[in-house]
């Protein structure tokens, strides 16, 4: 791991315009809130999930790329943002393994023993958005490798340090992300929200402690994919 690489994704500085931080916190935030309020299973019907799963993985690749150009004036490449690297098969595997451990101890232990102790169930809204077809299931792998890379730039990543130069805090900025986190999943219901933003905030931290969003990525993309294919076995 490179020494500019730690650098740039610890300053404390902002990386972006202000009205640049609003306009991608107000599309999380907003297509959230309009998903919450659709009847999801009427439009998984009338259209399909494929074409629903697309409309998610074009809105976070633009909002990436709307991010990229933001830090391209500030003079920050994205590399600089994600940090970390992967110049031996050896650092892969590291981060891989980190991000396997994060899943089964954060995803697994912390987080469904939250849900048991507060018994929390998946709404019908988040049940109608698992894949049931061969071709949903494509496009539901591209949709989770699109959330592992595109989520935790935006939110680790960019929200996190925006968050982090407004309340010259890095708690702060990682509490701060991991509100928006939650309040992105609005289809969910309140209560999943909640302990999606607890997950974001270990997110917050672990991206903190390793300097790096890589992963964090690994264990994102890996944790939606495995959520769907066991979904689609378990509906069999």
């Given at each position: 791991m490179s020494n500019a690489g730690n650098d740039r994704f610890t300053i404390m500085g902002s990386i972006a315009p202000a009205w640049h931080f609003a306009v991608v916190l107000l599309v999380m935030l907003g297509f959230s809130f309009v998903v919450a309020h659709i009847d999801l299973p009427a439009i998984f019907v009338a259209h399909g999930r494929a074409s629903s799963y697309l409309v998610v993985i074009l809105i976070e690749w633009a909002t990436v790329a709307f991010i990229w150009w933001g830090l391209s004036r500030r003079g920050i490449r994205m590399p600089d943002l994600v940090g970390g690297?992967?110049?031996?098969?050896?650092?892969?595997?590291?981060?891989?393994?980190?991000?396997?451990?994060?899943?089964?101890?954060?995803?697994?232990?912390?987080?469904?023993?939250?849900?048991?102790?507060?018994?929390?169930?998946?709404?019908?809204?988040?049940?109608?958005v698992m894949p049931q077809t061969r071709s949903e299931m494509i496009f539901w792998v591209l949709m989770s490798l699109t959330a592992g890379f595109c989520e935790e730039v935006i939110f680790r990543g960019y929200l996190q340090r925006q968050f982090?130069?407004?309340?010259?805090?890095?708690?702060?900025?990682?509490?701060?992300?991991?509100?928006?986190?939650?309040?992105?999943?609005?289809?969910?219901?309140?209560?999943?929200?909640?302990?999606?933003?607890?997950?974001?905030?270990?997110?917050?931290?672990?991206?903190?402690?390793?300097?790096?969003?890589?992963?964090?990525?690994?264990?994102?993309?890996?944790?939606?994919?495995?959520?769907?294919?066991?979904?689609?076995?378990?509906m069999r």
């Open positions: 690297n992967w110049a031996r098969p050896v650092y892969l595997l590291r981060d891989l393994g980190i991000g396997v451990a994060f899943i089964v101890i954060f995803g697994g232990a912390v987080l469904q023993g939250l849900a048991y102790l507060l018994k929390i169930v998946p709404p019908q809204a988040m049940r109608a982090s130069a407004l309340t010259h805090s890095h708690v702060a900025g990682i509490v701060l992300q991991a509100i928006a986190f939650g309040l992105g999943h609005g289809y969910q219901g309140w209560k999943l929200m909640s302990l999606i933003a607890v997950y974001g905030a270990c997110f917050g931290l672990l991206a903190g402690w390793r300097h790096s969003l890589r992963p964090g990525m690994l264990a994102h993309a890996l944790q939606d994919t495995a959520g769907g294919l066991l979904a689609r076995f378990l």
